[in-house]
């Protein structure tokens, strides 16, 4: 079976959910786990945020980023410690989470992928687009989708 899985979560509660059912999974399978998250680039700041001083710096903004990242990814890691489960987290600066996800399933050495999906339909299905169907299009590695 599977012995290093990858839980990528936003935070969101559907996220969530998912993290919980990974933890259970890896449990069962006695597989250790890899909470990720992917955060969004720096943007450059326009003239005007540059004048009027409101634009961040690059290390502001990746120590934003850390923060954010540490928000969502410590309490899954404290529950995956709680159940028993070997559990480490990671996070990127990248604009395109289902690529982001692939790669750190790659770089961890991950054989599995756990995630979720928010089953949005309709025009939000247009707009939003899903992680998930590009993680599932873009991968070679098992995905697993919680619902």
Not at 39 to 60: N, Q
Request: hydrophobic share 40%; glycine share 6%.
């Amino acid at each position: 079976m599977y012995k290093h899985i990858l839980i990528p979560t936003d935070g969101s509660a559907v996220a969530d959910k998912a993290v919980e059912a990974g933890i259970e999974f890896a449990r069962e399978a006695q597989a250790q786990v890899t909470l990720f998250t992917a955060v969004a680039e720096y943007e450059v700041p326009t003239a005007g945020e540059l004048m009027s001083r409101r634009a961040s710096s690059l290390s502001a903004h990746e120590e934003l980023s850390r923060r954010k990242a540490d928000a969502i990814l410590g309490p899954a890691q404290s529950r995956a410690r709680a159940a028993g489960v070997a559990c480490d987290t990671d996070f990127v600066l990248d604009d395109r989470p289902y690529h982001a996800i692939i790669e750190a399933a790659k770089r961890h050495g991950c054989d599995a992928i756990f995630m979720s999906t928010h089953a949005r339909q309709g025009l939000a299905k247009l707009w939003y687009g899903s992680e998930t169907v590009e993680v599932l299009e873009h991968s070679d590695i098992p995905t697993l989708v919680y619902r």
